[in-house]
Nanobody, 122 residues
Framework: QVQLVESGGGLVQAGGSLRLSCAAS????????MAWFRQAPGREREFVAT???????YYSDSVKGRFTISRDNAKNTVYLQMNSLKPEDTAVYYC????????????????WGQGTQVTVSS
């Protein structure tokens, strides 16, 4: 069983930056594929970024070049550095984990955090 706790959300002006963190329980964090998804009001949850245990990362086209996903296996934590934020980035951001080598398929992720709100004002 893996428990995920996100933090770091908040209110920021357009063009600003935020760094989200996701702390995971468990002793085999390094084996897991970790990802960030987001859900804006009235919209379906969508893929943002994922990072494999080997450190390979993938991004959605909407955040590529602005967001960076990273992981610190010694701290059982995955991060999402968000730069050049836009109002359309406003959403609840969720951390997810799986042992499967996957990318954006939500059905592949077994564990989810409770989410953290990110609001970008124009």
């Amino acid at each position: 069983q893996v428990q995920l706790v996100e933090s770091g959300g908040g209110l920021v002006q357009a063009g600003g930056s935020l760094r989200l963190s996701c702390a995971a329980s468990g002793r085999t964090f390094s084996d897991y594929t970790m990802a960030w998804f987001r859900q804006a009001p009235g919209r379906e949850r969508e893929f943002v970024a994922t990072i494999w245990s080997a450190g390979i990362s993938y991004y959605s086209d909407s955040v590529k070049g602005r967001f960076t996903i990273s992981r610190d296996n010694a701290k059982n934590t995955v991060y999402l550095q968000m730069n050049s934020l836009k109002p359309e980035d406003t959403a609840v951001y969720y951390c997810a984990a799986t042992r499967v080598l996957t990318r954006q398929q939500q059905k592949d992720y077994n564990y989810w955090g409770q989410g953290t709100q990110v609001t970008v004002s124009s």
